[in-house]
Every structure is written in C-alpha cells, then in structure tokens.
C-alpha cells in the first residue's frame, strides 16, 4: 500500500534528523588564539599597482599627443612642434571588379591599398621665452603657415600617426577661423599619407 505523501517527508526528515545526531566532530582548536599581527613586525603598506584602473582617477584629465611636422624649404629646414594636437585617419582599399553575365556578384581582380587620408586639427599658442604669453599667436601662426605652403612631402611624427606607419604627408588643404577669445589659434588641415618608392623597369 502506497502511503500518502505528507507521510513519506515526514518519515524521510526524520531519518535525516536522526542521521545528523550521528556525526561526531573532533575537538576544536586549542591553545593560543591565532594573531593578526604580523608575527611582531610592522604591517607595511604598498603604493598602488601601475596601471591605475580606477576610472575616476582619469576622468576630466587630457592625454596630449604631440606633433612634430618638419619641412625642407627655400630658406632651410623649417621644424614646427605642437604640443596640441588631434589627428584622424582613414583608408581605402582600391578594387577592380568584373561582373560576370549571368551571374551575381563580381570578381575581384585587383586589390591594394590606398593612401591614407590625414585630418589634423592643431592648437598654435603664442610662446615667449618657453611660457605661453597673453597674446595672439600671430608669429607662430605664420611659421605654420610657411610650413604648410611648401612644395614637398612634409615629415611628419606623433606617437598616433607612428602606430599607422605614417610618417610623411602632402598637404591637400587648410583652414582656420579667426579666434579673439583667447591666445589660441586652430588650424584644421587635410592631408594625404606619402612614402618613398622604388620603381624598376626592364625597359631600355
């Protein structure tokens, strides 16, 4: 005969109970307590782990990248350093596609990389005798100016660019809109990345 369920958890918490009463721990521990006290010497603390991770140390803080842009002119080299400065960059892949009659899709005969497109958008301060000066920075601005009206390819050096193997531009263009608010000038300037090739031919 089968017993109602309430009757078979009764039965069964009983003999838990009963076995639980069978189990015999041993002794605790015995003697002296344990001690935080670093055995008798001084705790000693130590300085925060290198990188610092808590996200409110960084917050409202600025990582400045500088820009080293240095040029061959008719006067000599000519070498600018912005200590402000914020670049983009971006690349295209060229393909030649063939489409096929009959068929979706194309096929992709030919696929190399193209130049990189360089944006940089710079701050000029006006600098007098290493400490930035309340005034505009006119003189600076024209130095920066006489670099970017060359002729040539420009060498260009920032730990940004340095990751993307940039390290020469052509200057397509550049703009700046008058700042009087304070001692600082933008300049937005695009630019197309440029490196040095070997070309053979067999061809006499």
Same mark, same amino acid.
């Given at each position: ?48 782990? @290198?990188?610092?991770?808590?996200? %409110? ?6 990582? #400045?990248?500088? !820009? $080293?842009?240095?040029?061959? /002119? ?52 006006? @600098?007098?005798?290493?400490?930035? %000066? ?6 600076? #601005?024209?130095? !920066? $100016?006489?670099?970017?009206? /060359? ?54």
């Amino acid at each position: 005969m089968k017993l109602p369920v309430s009757i078979d958890l009764a039965a069964i918490n009983w003999a838990n109970y009963m076995s639980k009463r069978l189990v015999r721990f041993g002794e605790g521990r015995q003697g002296e307590a344990p001690s935080w006290e670093g055995r008798g010497e001084a705790i000693k603390a130590q300085d925060r782990g @290198v990188p610092i991770t808590d996200r %409110a140390w960084w917050e409202g803080r600025y990582v #400045l990248c500088p !820009l $080293r842009l240095r040029a061959e /002119t008719e006067s000599g080299t000519l070498e600018v350093e912005l200590p402000d400065a914020v670049a983009a960059v971006s690349r295209e892949n060229r393909i030649v596609s063939t489409g096929l009659v009959g068929r979706d899709g194309t096929v992709k005969e030919y696929i190399n990389a193209g130049d990189w497109a360089v944006n940089l958008v710079v701050g000029v301060q006006a @600098v007098r005798d290493g400490v930035i %000066a309340d005034e505009y920075p006119g003189d600076e #601005l024209r130095t !920066l $100016r006489q670099l970017l009206d /060359t002729k040539t390819a420009i060498e260009v050096h920032s730990e940004f660019l340095a990751i993307f193997d940039i390290t020469k531009i052509v200057i397509k263009s550049y703009a700046a809109t008058q700042m009087t608010e304070a001692n600082y000038q933008a300049v937005s300037i695009s630019a197309v990345s440029d490196e040095d090739y070997e070309i053979y031919s067999n061809e006499y």
